[in-house]
Structure formats: structure tokens, C-alpha cells
């Protein structure tokens, strides 16, 4: 099977050990790997800061350059989210309607790719940490987003698939708890319209953990890992994070 592979800006820039860690998953379990090296952003600041039509034009080049019939496998659930539930107040309906409905219904978050397409469910990883597993906001029910019943439903497996890959790895310890842990900060633009608002959430977040004893936070979202880091580093606190391509993709070769 040949997929495309689509990487966030962000991880483009900053986190570029994350992309070629996903590329490594992808080929692991037998894919062949397409990268148009052409492709940019998918608008998602833009919408959430209310710029829609800046949104759709970085949108219209990204449907463009996706219109094969392939999965297109993305390691930022912010990404997703965008072409899923955000897309669709923009092409729905447009002169763009059908190359759009092709790319919606191939994009995935690559937890969900691995587990739900891929059936994978363990890569050999060896990864030493007493970890916190961070789910994303961005990848579970929005309520002002217009998400179907089925788009819900598919939020919460894909954080059934994120656990099910990160238990299969080898001397990597995750703490459980009944209660979700607090939202961090970064969702939704707010880092960039409330930065003491969002600092503070992301404070909340690191103390609510302290009692734990977690030297690490995995998460799929690399903006919120983004986010915490540098909260971390600002405070000199002892916390890794690690982005689960890494982690799954730590101790073979």
C-alpha cells in the first residue's frame, strides 16, 4: 500500500525528528511512503483566529496537491480536526466539493491510521519512562464544532488506538486516571489571543500531574507538547515530552 504522508508545518520546523520517526512507523508496517514536498500548511491558525479566507486559500493548495486515491496519514491531530470539522464551512457545497470530500475522507491522525487501517499494534519499541499519556483536545469532541455522532465516536477510538499502541511498548510505565487530566492551554488559538490565560492552564496541567511521580508526557498532539515544553523549560521543571512516533519508534531499527 502506498500512502501520502502529510507533516504540520510546525513539525516541519521544529520537530523534524517526529516526521522522519512517523515515516519509519509508516514503512514498519509495510507502507510505501509518498511526500509532496510541495505542500505547506493547512490553515488551521487562520480559521481559529478568524482569517477564513486566508484558511481556505492555503486549503484549496492542500486539497490540490492530495487528490490521489490514497490514505493520507498526518502525525498532528490539529491537522486532522482542521480538514474534518473545519473544512467543510469552506468547501462544502464550493466549486471545490468533490476534490475536498476526497481529501476529508483519506486524511487520518496516524494513531488511528496504524491501529484502525494498519491493525498494528506492536513495534518492538523500548522506551524507559514513567509517562502521563496526554490526549489531545483537538482530537475529542469539539461542542462548537459540527461534529457528527460518528465523528465523536471516532475522537474517542483513536484514543482507545493511542493507548493500545503506547501499552505494547517495552519498559515504558503509564499512569491511569479516572479523571482526564486538565486541558493544557494550547487548543483553539489561545496561546496566541491569552498568553497568561494559557500559560496558566498549561501550570494547571503540570501540577495536576505532580503527585504522580511522571518523568514523561506522550501525547499525539505536538503542539501541546510544544506548549508544555515550553512551560517546563521556562520553570526549570523536571519533565520530558515525547511524541508517540518517537516513542514507538525508539530501541530498533
Known sequence: MIVDLYIPCYIDQY????????????????????YNIEQTCCGQPAFEDGYRDACKEVGEKLIREFQDERYIVCPGPGCVKTIRQYYPALFHNSAMHNEFKLVQKNFFELSEFL???MNASEFGAIYKAKAIVHNSCSWQYHPKAKSTVQETQEAHKSESALHTLLRK?????????????????MGGGLDRKNETLTVGMAETFLHSIAHTGADTIISNDPLCLMHLQGVITKQNL??????????????WE
Open 15 to 34: 520537530q523534524p525528528a517526529t516526521a522522519r520517526n512517523t515515516l519509519k512507523l509508516l514503512q514498519k508496517v509495510g507502507c510505501g511512503v509518498n
Open 115 to 117: 491501529v484502525d487501517v
Open 169 to 185: 511498548v517495552k519498559d515504558l510505565e503509564i499512569i491511569e486516571s479516572e479523571d482526564a487530566w486538565p486541558n493544557c492551554g
Open 238 to 251: 523536571n519533565y520530558k515530552v515525547a511524541h508517540m512516533a518517537d516513542v514507538l519508534a525508539a530501541g
